[in-house]
């Protein structure tokens, strides 16, 4: 039995097909944990949540901002549709409240002591350690799995707060923990998040650091898988995988053995141009 960590889809269906035939994948025995964005930009959104929810309990997919954009176009109707959405077939298909429930219940972090991985799709704030990494996560999943769910996507968007302080409470605590997991690339020294800054490490002006760059990080030593930055791409560190290699614009779409650290790559076509 193997686990392959997978890049962002991001509605690449056929490219996630023709990877899986390409590399020794058993659907029967094999695992795959898919680092969030399933949707969205792509040509076949429905298609990859169809295909990753049938799964079942072979996937592990955690949440990523693409993702948390279709929840909240699915439950606000003030949200509308931006340019280069290409989210409306699910909503178009008879299935898509069944889709949809599911990805509602999909966490924002993974973590696997026996294999001692941490999945999550944008990363993990240098003030947090994996325990307070875990209890934040699960403070917003039980907000998006219960009652106030509708409440939390009309209060989530926003940069602000963009330091964390263990005081924070309510909407502010769990929209910094959103935007720490779904959007952050850049903090400062001290984890001030930076969400405007979007380039490749190096074209940042100072103090900005990739967020597993900053020197007091406390999750050092803890092997993290993530995605969301596609100008970055593959990218191995000390101990942190970058799997978003750019699929969508005309990049690859990676996938990495955690059980060996293989990696495999395909070619994809540009299915959108960035920007």
């Known amino acids: 039995m193997a686990t392959y960590a997978i890049g962002d889809i991001q509605g690449c269906f056929q490219p996630l097909v023709q990877l899986l035939k390409e590399i020794p994948y058993d659907p029967v025995r094999d695992k795959l944990w898919f680092a969030g964005d399933l949707v969205n930009r792509g040509p076949q ?6 295909f990753i929810r049938d799964l079942g309990d072979r996937a592990i997919t955690v949440l990523g901002n693409h993702d948390l954009h279709l929840l909240a176009l699915w439950r606000n109707h003030h949200r509308h549709f931006k340019s280069n959405d290409t989210l409306a077939p699910i909503f178009d298909a008879p299935d898509h409240p069944e889709l949809l429930e599911w990805l509602r219940a999909r966490p924002l972090i993974h973590h696997d002591s026996e294999l001692g991985y941490t999945l999550v799709h944008a990363g993990i704030p240098p003030q947090w350690d994996l325990e307070t990494a875990q209890r934040c996560a699960r403070e917003v999943e039980e907000v998006l799995r219960g009652e106030l769910f509708d409440e939390f996507l009309q209060n989530m968007y926003g940069n602000h707060p963009s330091y964390w302080f263990e005081s924070h409470t309510g909407w ?5 923990t959103v935007n720490a997991f779904t959007r952050m690339r850049f903090c400062s020294p001290h984890g001030l998040l930076e969400f405007k800054l979007k380039g ?3 074209q940042q002006p100072k103090p900005y650091l990739p967020w597993y760059e900053v020197p007091e990080r406390r999750t050092q030593g803890q092997r993290i898988l993530f995605g969301h930055w596609s100008t970055l791409g593959y990218h191995q560190g ?3 995988i970058a799997l978003d290699s750019g699929c969508l614009w005309g990049g690859h779409l990676s996938a990495y053995r955690l059980d060996d650290g293989k990696l495999f790559q395909l070619k994809c076509p540009m299915a959108s141009k960035p920007g």
């Open 45 to 50: 959104s429905l298609e990859t949540l169809r």
């Open 172 to 176: 502010d605590r769990l929209r910094f």
């Open 200 to 202: 490749r490490p190096g």
């Open 238 to 240: 000390r101990d942190v």
